[in-house]
């Protein structure tokens, strides 16, 4: 049997307290963090620490609320000016094939942080669902964060 290891997964599988504060409000609060992308003027764009690909992204705005009804038109402007640059960087770098882009707005539509409204971002290539996930329960992810994230803000300041 082929083993893949994923040691960054074990922080998640492991911890109960999943919820102790806002994914987001602290992301904004450190934007220099190796998970932050960028921040703009109303929004914040950062790479999930459990991606469903490669270089999923999470853009969400910087004021915290839970529905896209009570954001302002200046921060859902910002938001999608950011996932216009979330995107060209990950073309830029990750050259994929489309993307899946989306917001779960509750629990009930897969939504993991229910209180902070965010978008994702996910780039995909041709022939990225395979065997693993249908039979496995598993999704192999090829590149650390912290290479990515060293890759797409160097890019974005290029």
Known sequence: MDRLWAP???GYIRNNKRNKGCIFCKAKKYPSSEQVIFKSKKSICLL?????NNGHILISPLRHFGDISAASEEELLDIF???KRAKRLLEKTLKPHGFNIGFNLGRAAGAGVIGHLHLHLVPRWT???????VSGNSKVISQSLKELAKILKKADHE
């Open 81 to 83: 000016r950011s996932l």
């Open 8 to 10: 960054w997964r074990d």
């Open 48 to 52: 999930n620490i459990y991606p469903y």
């Open 127 to 133: 022939g990225d669902v395979n065997f693993m996930p």
